[in-house]
């Protein structure tokens, strides 16, 4: 026990003196959750939480128009306006304002589209009402219902599919409404022409079937979108900074094999059982410290910054294991790295880049569901993964222990293979 203790405060002793390697462990992982919490902030909000400004040009000037535009107003997504520089805008102003990404938006209502909208569903109406009155030999006017209209949507070149999904989405509602409006009315009218008794029909009284969502795990974030920007990236570059830990421990590693250090330890009473054992603990002192520093500048800074607050889900206590499994594994992958390489610059660009690589594929940068379907196969090989989906547990989905278990297991295996090989490795160099 004694010589894994001073094992373990020598280990202490070569990280203290290694104030870059430090900033790497600490100060690069704490600026990336904020920076790219921010930064991520709004794409990972739904775009009914932002207020889109819109350029609105009305050749109509009839009833369709004005409904659309009060629609737009009273989503409280949308705020329209028809000028520029205190003038009516023109169509060629409108697409040269948002061509230059002044406006992300633009609405052109075409001429005439009141008289079109009214004509379709005066024809819709007669046809569904020639001949119902018995006696009546009288012959309704049918209008052809084959055409349409082109409401005109221009939207920002650099604007992503999934907005201009949304916003299509958002307009076509309005303009069904205003279109099921007109209808009621006409059928009314028709009705009244039909029968000599003026009833007004309306849709009154709300939705008779309405949505309510739903979180599948009774969490904190119930009524909220869980997987926000601070929910992803906390635990996200958490856990890479666990596995950053890949530089200081090979450089330290390769430093004393270089400087005779590991020739004098194995000369000495022991085993290389100590020596690693000196450094599982000294590093898994390193990744609790992260995990602690992480998890309050997710509860307490990001929400100075004007982010969501980390929520730590119902069974915080449950990142206890997790946080064990992914630091035994982020450091026994560090040990086969220092282990595996005989000079500092080969063992640091592989472990940088091999990093990066499972961060990338294990849905640290993006979630993993919004990959292509390859990548997303490919990616739940990545440790990073299995560590991800591990925390995810506790912050997400409301799991205990039991669920867990499928996560920790992999990870434990993945230890013990890195392990059992850097140990096999570091046996085959204090050979040589």
């Keep these: 026990m004694m010589r894994l203790w001073a ?14 390697g430090l900033a790497v462990l600490f100060a690069m992982p704490l600026g990336l959750v904020i920076i790219m919490a921010i930064v991520q902030d709004a794409p990972f909000r739904d775009y009914s939480e932002q207020s889109i400004p819109v350029l609105f040009l009305d050749n109509d000037k009839g009833e369709v128009a004005t409904l659309v535009r009060q629609g737009l107003q009273s989503s409280g997504v949308f705020h329209t306006t028809d000028s520029l520089w205190g003038k009516a805008v023109t169509e060629t ?40 009155v018995p006696g009546d030999t009288s012959k309704k006017e049918v209008v052809d219902v084959a055409d349409t209209l082109m409401i005109v949507l221009v939207v920002d070149p650099t604007a992503k599919s999934a907005f201009r999904t949304s916003i299509r989405s958002a ?46 795990a009774k969490t904190e974030l119930e009524g909220k979108v869980a997987a926000n ?78 982010l969501d607050s980390l929520s730590l889900g119902t069974a915080p206590l449950g990142l206890l294991p997790a946080a064990f499994a992914v630091s035994v594994a982020a450091i026994s992958y560090g040990m086969l790295v220092g282990a595996s390489f005989r000079t ?44 991800f989906d591990a925390f995810n547990v506790i912050f997400l989905r409301g799991g205990g222990l039991s669920e867990l278990v499928p996560h920790i297991i992999p990870l434990g295996i993945f230890s013990v293979i890195c392990l059992a090989i850097a140990v096999l490795m570091m046996r085959g160099a204090t050979r040589r």
């Design 93 to 132: 102003e409108l697409r040269e304002s948002i061509r230059k990404g002044d406006y992300q938006l633009g609405i052109i209502i075409p001429e005439g589209t009141t008289d079109f909208i009214q004509g379709k569903v005066s024809g819709l109406v007669n046809q569904t009402l020639s001949g119902l």
């Design 171 to 216: 307009i076509g509602q309005f303009l069904e409404k205003v279109e099921s409006d007109m209808l009621v009315r006409t059928f009314g009218r028709e009705l009244e022409k039909m029968t000599g008794v003026k009833k007004e029909i309306a849709l009154t009284g709300g939705p008779v079937i309405t949505i309510k969502e739903s979180l599948a």
């Design 344 to 387: 500092h610059q080969q063992a640091l660009v592989f472990g940088i880049v091999s990093v990066v690589i499972m961060a990338a594929l294990g849905g640290i940068w993006v979630p993993i569901q919004i990959m292509p379907e390859t990548m997303q196969i490919i990616g739940h090989l990545s440790p990073l993964s299995w560590a």
């Design 229 to 306: 920007s601070v929910q992803h990236n906390v635990p996200a570059w958490t856990i890479f900074a666990m596995f950053f830990i890949v530089i200081p421990m090979a450089s330290n590693m390769l430093r004393e094999r270089d400087s005779g250090t590991m020739q004098r330890l194995r000369v000495m009473q022991g085993s290389l059982l100590h020596y690693f054992g000196g450094k599982m603990a000294a590093y898994l002192l390193v990744c609790s410290v992260q995990l602690v520093l992480m998890m309050l500048v997710g509860k307490y800074l990001l929400p100075q910054l004007g």
């Design 7 to 20: 094992a373990t405060v020598k280990e202490v002793l070569v990280l203290l003196r290694d104030r870059a």
